[in-house]
């Protein structure tokens, strides 16, 4: 069963909407475009009042329009990250890397009045744009509780019983949650033996059940393959991660594939338990430092242990399997956990993304078009008449080399174009 994840719906093509103001206009010429599904070689395209109104080789650039010449370069559409966590300057950390959309999996802010208002405005704004699921369904003393300091946890509901879980998801439904947060979590996959208490078979199907009825979709977070079956079994919608404790095999496969479950990759969390040294690398490169805040300097250089080598070996098999076989994987970061950062880190998922088979057309994809239906995030995820215009522009060609997305030539949301200088106060507070 597909959920209807917003009132938005935009299957094979984008909507008009609100008002904004006439500044955001302006057409790009003789450019290369990634539309969300495939790229077209050469083509102009013409942005009104925040919104896309043609994309054509021939598409003619209205008299007197600010135009900006693309040869050489590649037009995409914003990213769409579908799993991090949010806190204040996430969202600003984001977009100056060309992630104009953020997908939330667990966050304690909740401010959804805002962050619904924001992403139907056309206005100018410096943040990305956030669907969000608020506080995820776990037990007492259950992930992720355990990372949160006491007088926290103790402002988090949690789930004792099957029969309490209608009243638990529709609490969630009421605060605004575009779609529940499931968590399985004992840690057995970091070294065999169950440590924390996790929800029952019994209860995550109750949940997802639950979250069904209020018509909202179930994302499991599933480290382990037996987690991420439990999930599937009880009729989740997707899993939040890419599971690393073993390899996926044939019947898990098939498992998948038959439920029609789409996965979070969230493959550079892996990198980093791994010892990859890729954040590391990323956070150095210098197509991105000079745009990083201190807080996405310190999580992308947060120490990387190598304690468990085979996750990120694990991760790239299973991307790999799943990939090949049809699921939908959507590129992810889990942002901002060690070795990553919000808007930086998913140019590297969709660097892993290529290591593990992707084309970079397909591993484009997983970050816009792919989400954008999933998700039904309506005019956004494409670059097609209708859409808004949030757009990233790098030089080079990512068709070739999916690195030359971290070449950013300029970045617009809404059609206005983004400072990619973090705040002064944060230029000053930077090593």
């Known amino acids: 069963m597909r959920i209807v994840l917003s009132a938005i719906l935009a299957v094979l093509f984008c909507v008009n909407g609100a008002a904004a103001e006439s500044a955001n206009s302006f057409a790009i010429r003789n450019v290369r475009v990634f539309d969300g599904d495939k790229f077209i070689p050469r083509a102009n395209v013409i942005v009104e009042n925040g919104r896309i109104a043609a994309v054509g080789a021939d598409a003619a650039i209205p008299p007197g329009l600010p135009v900006i010449d693309g040869a050489g370069k590649t037009l995409l559409p914003g990213l769409i990250d ?196 890729l954040a590391k690398a990323l956070a150095a490169d210098p197509r991105v430092a000079p745009y990083l805040s201190p807080f996405q300097k310190q999580t992308l250089q947060a120490s990387e242990a190598k304690t468990f080598p085979q996750f990120f070996r694990n991760a790239l098999a299973n991307t790999r399997a799943l990939h090949a076989a049809g699921i939908p994987l959507l590129a992810g970061t889990d942002a901002p956990n060690p070795a990553t950062a919000h808007g930086a880190s998913l140019h590297e998922e969709l660097q892993i993304l290529v290591m593990a088979g992707f084309t970079p057309e397909e591993a484009l994809n997983a970050a816009t078009g792919l989400p954008a239906r999933i998700f039904h995030l309506g005019d956004r995820g494409r670059i097609a008449a209708g859409c808004r215009a949030d757009l990233l522009l790098v030089n080079g060609n990512p068709a070739k080399d999916i690195s030359d997305t971290l070449d950013i030539a300029r970045i617009w949301k809404n059609g206005f174009a983004i400072d990619r200088a973090p705040a002064a106060a944060e230029r000053k507070a930077a090593p």
């Open 82 to 277: 579908s799993h991090v966590h949010v806190f204040p300057g996430a969202q600003n950390d984001a977009l100056r890397f060309g992630v104009t959309t953020e997908l939330d999996m667990f966050d304690l802010a909740r401010d959804f009045a805002h962050w619904k208002a924001q992403r139907l405005s056309l206005a100018r704004t410096a943040q990305a744009d956030t669907w969000a699921a608020g506080l995820g369904v776990t037990v007492p003393g259950g992930a992720p509780l355990g990372m949160m300091r006491p007088e926290m946890r103790k402002t988090v509901p949690t789930l004792a019983r099957a029969a309490d879980a209608k009243a638990f998801v529709d609490a969630r439904a009421a605060e605004g949650s575009d779609y529940i947060k499931v968590f399985i979590e004992d840690l057995s996959e970091y070294g065999g033996k169950r440590t924390m208490p996790t929800l029952s078979r019994d209860e995550v199907c109750a949940v997802v059940a639950a979250a069904h009825s209020d018509r909202l979709a179930a994302i499991v977070h599933a480290q382990a393959e037996w987690a991420a079956r439990e999930a599937i079994a009880c009729g989740a919608d997707g899993l939040a991660h890419m599971f690393v404790d073993a390899r996926a095999d044939a019947s898990f496969v098939a498992l998948a594939k038959s439920r029609h479950v789409f996965v979070e990759t969230t493959d550079d969390v892996w990198a980093g338990a791994s010892g990859a040294g």
